[in-house]
């Protein structure tokens, strides 16, 4: 759900709060191999439409730097602004085969820097951000465009897609990894409305997939993460009629965050799929408390809803807040942007933080709270946020997609916006496993992770598997949390 004060996760871990690669390393610490010379770059460049930025360059600098500061200096071979779909495979047939690492970039929010490796050639898409909005309703979408950008698009057709509120995000990696948003409930994952994609592989071929063109690869793009099997250049989804969203904020005292988490959990099992919420565990020797979601039912009739949970805390909430909006005007409340243009949504530096995730696999019991809130008491700067699921996500098969977390009630993600937190946040995600489960979410990498692999796609890793050494038997988009690694 939500991903800097433009970004829903920065800006409930901020409200909550209220109430390690470097130059000469690998993404995971491993010396880096010598960079290959084999790669013409001279012939990349005069081959590209687009430009070609090398070390030195105008503009390398900026382009070379992750999303994620705290992830340091990122120097790549060379960064291919790529014009469109041949581009691409220019890159692709061009760079294999030479030992530099290969990575698609779109947003280049990759919690890990992932898109953005040393040593390697990144394929930014930001250029490929065209938007076409059918009659009914069906938008195709370049692998380059940016959330607010699609929901503004999406708006003047009265149409909207399900997934995150981070403005800047870009669709494919969100979608490449299932797309967890603030209405997940009501609609289901941004990659259950996909309904083909043209993709790039490693033989630089151009494919479009869907359920009866390579349907194998298309499986695996639902959920699978970006990065595998090939370089998406555009989405086709299917979208929904705009909903008019409410949203509505509840903090309760801190002594009773225990109870507000386990009320929470039970207050959701039973919540009808028009009810898409958010529980916040923020670190305190007294952990805080914030339930915050969304309503795309009738405004009036939210009201027993809340009191329901009101009445299961046993205690008043010390605010509470409700706002009704048009579908787009939520989306950039959440991404800390409300009443600006959408060019002011895209406003705001790079951000520095730690994060890593669960999957909550069970309904919240007194002992599982009670664990949580202790875990939480020993920290400091640093939130749990636990994203409701179940409703529509729950309703397709888990086999049925390569998003593996069907059944699970909630997402979990471990933040923290300082950048020196890393080892808290992953003793903590190891902490959280025998409590709540051992699944993650792979839109929420850590490059820590030792369970990484079993975590991210549970029973569906061996069909994954199988698919993307199908598609990419020579490990051309190969990183460190790569399938072909697991």
């Known amino acids: 759900m939500g991903e800097v004060r433009f970004g829903r ?3 409930l871990a901020l409200t909550a709060a209220a109430g390690a690669a470097v130059a000469g390393t690998g993404l995971l610490g491993e010396p880096l191999a010598e960079a290959a010379t084999a790669v013409d770059y001279a012939g990349l460049k005069r081959a ?3 430009p070609l930025l090398r070390p030195g360059d105008t503009g390398y600098a900026t382009a070379a730097k992750p999303y994620n500061s705290a992830l340091g200096v990122r120097k ?3 960064i291919a602004k790529v014009a469109g779909a041949d581009d691409v495979r220019t890159c692709v047939r061009r760079v294999r085969g030479h030992g530099v690492p290969l990575a698609a970039r779109a947003g280049g929010h990759s919690y890990a820097g992932f898109s953005t490796p040393d040593n390697g050639v990144v394929v930014d898409l930001s250029a490929l951000k065209g938007i076409t909005v059918t009659s009914d309703g069906t938008a195709v979408v ?14 003047a057709h009265g149409r909207a897609l399900p997934a995150g509120s981070c403005p800047t995000v870009g669709v494919a990696g969100s979608t490449l990894g299932g797309g967890i948003g603030v209405v997940a409930r009501t609609y289901g994952l941004t990659c259950d409305h996909l309904k083909s994609a043209t993709v790039v592989t490693a033989d630089g071929a151009l494919h479009t997939v869907d359920g009866n063109h390579d349907a194998d690869l298309f499986w695996a793009l639902r959920g699978g993460g970006g990065g595998n099997g090939g370089i998406v250049t555009s989405f086709t989804f299917g979208t929904v009629p705009a909903p008019t969203v409410t949203i509505f904020s509840l903090r309760f005292p801190a002594s009773r965050t225990s109870r507000v988490l386990r009320a929470w959990s039970q207050w959701m099992d039973a919540a009808p799929d028009r009810l898409t919420s958010l529980c916040a565990v923020t670190a305190a020797s007294t952990p805080t408390n914030r339930v915050t979601g969304t309503w795309t039912g009738s405004a009036p009739t939210l009201a027993a809803h809340l009191s329901a ?3 299961a805390v046993g205690a ?15 989306m950039k409340y959440f991404a800390g942007c409300l009443g600006k243009t959408i060019s002011a949504c895209h406003a705001g530096g790079h951000e520095a933080f730690r994060a890593a995730s669960r999957m909550l696999d069970r309904t919240v019991t ?3 709270a009670d664990r949580v809130v202790a875990l939480m008491s020993r920290q400091q700067g640093m939130v749990l946020l636990f994203d409701s699921l179940r409703g529509q996500v729950g309703r397709v098969g888990t086999a049925d997609t390569a998003f593996a977390h069907r059944g699970a009630h909630a997402s979990v993600q471990v933040y923290s ?3 020196a937190n890393g080892p808290a946040v992953l003793a903590v995600q190891q902490a959280l496993a025998p409590i709540v489960g051992s699944g993650a979410y792979v839109n929420y990498l850590n490059p820590g992770q030792k369970d990484w692999a079993s975590a991210y796609y549970g029973a569906n890793l061996p069909r994954l598997r199988q698919v993307i050494r199908r598609y990419d038997p020579d490990r051309v988009f190969d990183f460190p949390q790569s399938v072909l690694r697991a």
């Open 9 to 11: 996760r920065r800006f």
């Open 48 to 50: 590209l439409t687009g």
């Open 76 to 78: 790549p071979a060379a």
């Open 142 to 155: 370049g692998a380059g465009v940016k959330l607010i950008d699609l929901y503004s698009a999406l708006a």
């Open 309 to 311: 949970l009101i009445t």
């Open 316 to 330: 008043n909430p010390t605010s509470r807040t409700t706002h009704t909006y048009d579908y787009l005007s939520a």
């Open 366 to 368: 007194s002992s599982i």
């Open 417 to 419: 916006g300082n950048a």
